[in-house]
C-alpha cells in the first residue's frame, strides 16, 4: 500500500472523510480537503476511497392490499458502507436505509405517496416532469 503524502489534495466527489465521532457530509457539495490540513486541526482519524457497489433489484408489490403493479419493477441498489439507496430512475425516486429491505421498503413509500399525490391532479395542472411521472405511474400501477 502506498503511502499518503500529507500536501495531497482529494476531490471530494471521490473520497469521503471520516472522524472519530461522525461522518461529514459537508464534503458532498463539492470542495476539496488537504489531509494535511485536515490532519492538523484533528479532525480526520482515517481517510479512504468510498465507492458504491451496484447491484439490481425488483419490486413484485408495494406492500398494500388495494394498489398493484401491473409488473415488477427494475431497480437499483446503490450500497455504500452503512447506507443502502434503492433507486427507480425512471421516476426519479430514493429509498434509503441501513439495508437493502430497509431502503426497499422507504422506495416503495415514496412509489405510493408520489401516485397518492399526483393521482387526481388534472393534466392541466401539471408541468412537464410530474405528467410525465403520472403517465408512468399509471403505466406501471392497477388500483
Given at each position: 500500500?502506498?503511502?499518503?503524502?500529507m500536501n495531497m489534495t482529494f476531490d471530494s466527489d471521490?473520497?469521503?472523510?471520516?472522524?472519530?465521532?461522525?461522518?461529514?457530509?459537508?464534503?458532498?457539495?463539492?470542495?476539496?480537503?488537504?489531509?494535511?490540513?485536515?490532519?492538523?486541526?484533528?479532525?480526520?482519524?482515517?481517510?479512504?476511497?468510498?465507492?458504491?457497489?451496484?447491484?439490481?433489484?425488483?419490486?413484485?408489490?408495494?406492500?398494500?392490499?388495494?394498489?398493484?403493479?401491473?409488473?415488477?419493477?427494475?431497480?437499483?441498489?446503490?450500497?455504500?458502507?452503512?447506507?443502502?439507496?434503492?433507486?427507480?430512475?425512471?421516476?426519479?425516486?430514493?429509498?434509503e436505509g441501513a439495508n437493502e429491505m430497509q431502503a426497499?421498503?422507504?422506495?416503495?413509500?415514496?412509489?405510493?405517496?408520489?401516485?397518492?399525490?399526483?393521482?387526481?391532479?388534472?393534466?392541466?395542472?401539471?408541468?412537464?416532469?410530474?405528467?410525465?411521472?403520472?403517465?408512468?405511474?399509471?403505466?406501471?400501477?392497477?388500483?
Amino acid at each position: 500500500m502506498d503511502r499518503l503524502t500529507m500536501n495531497m489534495t482529494f476531490d471530494s466527489d471521490a473520497f469521503r472523510l471520516f472522524s472519530g465521532r461522525a461522518f461529514e457530509s459537508s464534503d458532498s457539495i463539492g470542495k476539496s480537503y488537504k489531509l494535511s490540513d485536515a490532519f492538523k486541526n484533528s479532525t480526520v482519524n482515517m481517510y479512504f476511497h468510498v465507492r458504491p457497489g451496484f447491484a439490481p433489484g425488483k419490486i413484485f408489490d408495494l406492500g398494500v392490499e388495494d394498489i398493484k403493479l401491473k409488473e415488477p419493477l427494475d431497480i437499483i441498489y446503490k450500497i455504500y458502507p452503512g447506507e443502502v439507496l434503492a433507486l427507480f430512475p425512471e421516476l426519479e425516486l430514493v429509498g434509503e436505509g441501513a439495508n437493502e429491505m430497509q431502503a426497499l421498503e422507504d422506495l416503495k413509500c415514496e412509489i405510493l405517496e408520489l401516485h397518492e399525490y399526483i393521482a387526481d391532479i388534472p393534466d392541466n395542472k401539471l408541468g412537464k416532469y410530474p405528467k410525465a411521472w403520472k403517465n408512468i405511474l399509471q403505466r406501471i400501477i392497477r388500483s
